[in-house]
């Protein structure tokens, strides 16, 4: 943020300086506020199900924090004249049905009338000062592990598309409504080094941040990433989100490919909605943290290495 004098405040653990996932502020010795707000445009058709996706991509950056998630308010950019009040009391409804599930209060929140509709919530999250897990903070010899499939930004584009079937749809929808409480709470147990959600700037992008600017870099192995099959389908095609691309561009310099098929690589950036948790866990958890994974029913998968011989670059192999 150039240019802008930011506030600063002992009690400030993680500021907007630090391009982690959400704020955080020390209450006590004890006890620390995490702040995050996440708000967008519909991705699916359905309101009931845009609202739980909207509501687990926000909660999504409390979760990558190590924290618990507290509190919540609405935030909405409604067309009023072009679409009925039911479509957002379904939107409404599909978040709070999500809040609930995460064990959330909902305690307000606010509307607007907008062009476009827009759903989003501020949320609050609780964490220890101590066991606050930002994105950076992994140590060479570290493993990287990913939470959920890629490939949600091209299956969006396809349904606005209407390329996609219902079954595609309703698989995806589903996944983007999963919350990442339980991999989050399988971090927080088994204790790992460093951790973010994958959202917008895709796998690379998130990747990327994990390494900027530090003494470590990072391998990820193309071939070990679980992608959705139909957006490697449809990325064949050419139906990428132009977000891909962006991310791509923003991070060149960084990023290098050895040896993966194009196609593959630009998938690698492709913008996530909800997507999962990319963790850094020491060599000697790794086991302990895929095992309480499985057993919570979270489908993860080791995707790379954190090293000491390219610090700040991530090489991408087959
Ligand atoms: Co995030
Ligand atoms: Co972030
Ligand atoms: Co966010």
Request: proline residues 5%; charged residues 25%; hydrophobic residues 45%.
């Amino acid at each position: 943020m150039q240019g802008l004098e930011l506030p600063s405040d002992p009690n400030l653990i993680v500021g907007i300086e630090r391009v982690d996932d959400a704020g955080v502020y020390k209450l006590t010795e004890e006890l620390a506020l995490i702040h995050t707000v996440d708000f967008f445009t519909p991705i699916v058709d359905d309101p009931y199900w845009f609202g739980q996706i909207a509501a687990a991509n926000a909660l999504s950056d409390v979760y990558a924090m190590g924290g618990k998630p507290l509190t919540a308010m609405n935030i909405v950019c409604f067309p009023v004249r072009d679409l009925g009040i039911e479509v957002l009391q379904e939107v409404l409804r599909g978040g709070l049905e999500k809040l609930k599930e995460a064990g959330v209060v909902l305690v307000g929140g606010h509307s607007v009338e907008d062009q476009e509709m827009k759903y989003g919530l501020a949320v609050i999250g609780l964490v220890h000062p101590n066991r606050v897990i930002r994105n950076q903070g992994a140590r060479p010899g570290d493993l990287l592990v990913l939470t959920k499939p890629i490939g949600t930004g091209v299956v969006s584009t396809a349904i606005k598309a209407q390329l996609a079937g219902e079954e595609t749809v309703r698989r995806v929808t589903l996944l983007m409504a999963e919350l990442n409480r339980k991999a989050s709470e399988a971090m927080v147990e088994v204790g790992v080094s460093a951790c973010t959600d994958v959202t917008g700037f895709g796998l690379l992008g998130h990747a990327c941040e994990m390494v900027d600017g530090t003494a470590v870099g990072l391998r990820i192995y193309a071939s070990r990433v679980p992608f959705l099959e139909e957006a490697l389908e449809w990325a064949s095609m050419g139906l990428l989100p132009g977000g891909a691309y962006r991310n791509r561009e923003y991070r060149k310099h960084m990023v290098s490919n050895e040896g993966v098929e194009e196609v593959v690589f630009d998938l690698l950036f492709d913008p996530q909605t909800s997507g999962g948790l990319l963790i850094a866990v020491p060599k000697e958890r790794e086991e302990r943290l895929m095992g309480l994974l499985e057993e919570k029913g979270v489908k993860a998968s080791v995707i790379g290495e954190f090293t000491s011989d390219h610090p700040s670059r991530v090489r991408v192999l087959p």
